[in-house]
């Protein structure tokens, strides 16, 4: 399956999801966020691989996986309200609900930060190589203050 169709059903299968996370129970909410963050980090694996040259730089590709990562991003904040600090084994921080303002600022930012990311890829590596560590350095800040070592319940 060519990668734009995985794109594609991935991202109407989320968009269903997240328009509809308020009616599923929290630990499918939680199941939900870890499958929206390996599908991202996937992503963020293949434009990596094109910024540090692992790869050729794939203007088209780049792009789509831009768009990828900044869709799920803005989605995935849907699946972190209320009753979904637990249900299922997470890694996400009892911190989260318990400075909801805090991260939500921080989520916020994040979802900015990756909404220029399309734009980015569009230029050539270079651009896409400082908007990449700005969404990688959010990432990095929130996992360092909301994501536990370990797996709860």
Same mark, same amino acid.
């Given at each position: 399956?060519q990668l734009r169709h995985v794109i594609v059903?991935?991202?109407?299968?989320?968009?269903?999801?997240?328009?509809?996370?308020?009616? $599923?129970?929290?630990?499918?909410?939680?199941?939900?966020?870890?499958?929206?963050?390996?599908?991202?980090?996937?992503?963020?694996?293949?434009?990596?691989?094109?910024?540090?040259?692992?790869?050729?730089?794939?203007?088209?590709?780049?792009?789509?996986?831009?768009?990828?990562?900044?869709?799920?991003?803005?989605?995935?904040?849907?699946? $972190?309200?209320?009753?979904?600090?637990?249900?299922?084994?997470?890694?996400?921080?009892?911190?989260?609900?318990?400075?909801?303002?805090?991260?939500?600022?921080?989520?916020?930012?994040?979802?900015?930060?990756?909404?220029?990311?399309?734009?980015?890829?569009?230029?050539?590596?270079?651009?896409?190589?400082?908007? $990449?560590?700005?969404?990688?350095?959010? @990432?990095?800040? @929130?996992?360092?203050?909301?994501?536990?070592?370990?797996?709860?319940?």
């Amino acid at each position: 399956m060519q990668l734009r169709h995985v794109i594609v059903l991935t991202a109407a299968a989320l968009g269903t999801v997240a328009a509809t996370a308020q009616t $599923f129970k929290p630990e499918d909410q939680i199941r939900y966020r870890q499958s929206v963050m390996q599908v991202t980090q996937r992503s963020l694996g293949a434009l990596n691989g094109m910024i540090r040259g692992d790869t050729p730089y794939n203007k088209e590709l780049a792009v789509k996986h831009a768009e990828t990562i900044a869709n799920l991003i803005a989605w995935s904040g849907t699946s $972190f309200g209320p009753g979904t600090d637990k249900g299922a084994p997470t890694r996400a921080d009892a911190k989260i609900w318990s400075e909801p303002d805090k991260f939500k600022a921080l989520y916020d930012r994040h979802i900015a930060e990756a909404g220029k990311l399309p734009a980015a890829a569009a230029g050539d590596a270079n651009t896409l190589k400082a908007q $990449f560590a700005e969404v990688t350095r959010n @990432c990095k800040t @929130c996992h360092d203050d909301y994501r536990s070592r370990e797996y709860r319940n």
